[in-house]
């Protein structure tokens, strides 16, 4: 490989290095505290066998991924299944004056999205409750992973 074609492959092995972190830098946003707050407000899943919180930041970047604010991400696992979950969860945020448009029609739907404007004065807060799955980019059929993940985020009126 003679010098010309060397150069040519450092810079592309660089360029998206330093993209990457230049993007990373300045478009990551970490949950805010009303998101950590009421985060650990959440009851856990009563027959959860893990329960974790995280607040990593997340590159937010509205025009690309609708990203507003970095959400606070609860997982567990359970051995219930994903209608156990819904149930324990709607039941359980609308008694606490959480509001939410999601029923069961047919089918159990895959997520639940459910928000509540009475916790903070300044802010509208949302949960989203889904079940994670493995699903090989829409490749093939989705598998059960007994896992689940709440993704709290509160928006600044």
């Keep these: 490989m003679n010098k010309n074609g060397f150069i040519w492959l450092i810079i592309l092995i660089v360029l998206p290095l330093i993209s990457f ?54 997982t567990f ?19 606490k004056g959480w509001q939410t448009a999601s029923h069961i029609v047919t089918s159990i739907p895959s997520s639940l999205v459910i928000g509540n404007d009475t916790y903070f004065e300044d ?18 059929d989705a598998e059960e992973t007994d896992s689940f993940t709440i993704s709290v985020s509160c928006f600044i009126d």
Excluded: H, M
């Design 77 to 95: 696992s359970s051995d219930d299944g994903w209608a156990e979950v819904y149930k324990f969860y709607r039941d359980n945020l609308i008694s």
């Design 123 to 140: 802010s509208v807060c949302e949960a989203v409750i889904r079940e994670n799955k493995n699903n090989y980019l829409g490749l093939l």
């Design 21 to 74: 972190y230049l993007i990373k830098t300045n478009f990551s946003k970490i949950p805010n505290e009303k998101s950590k707050k009421l985060a650990s407000t959440i009851r856990p899943y009563s027959n959860a066998k893990s329960w974790q919180t995280t607040n990593n930041s997340k590159i937010c970047i509205f025009y690309v991924n609708k990203c507003k604010e970095a959400p606070s991400v609860i």
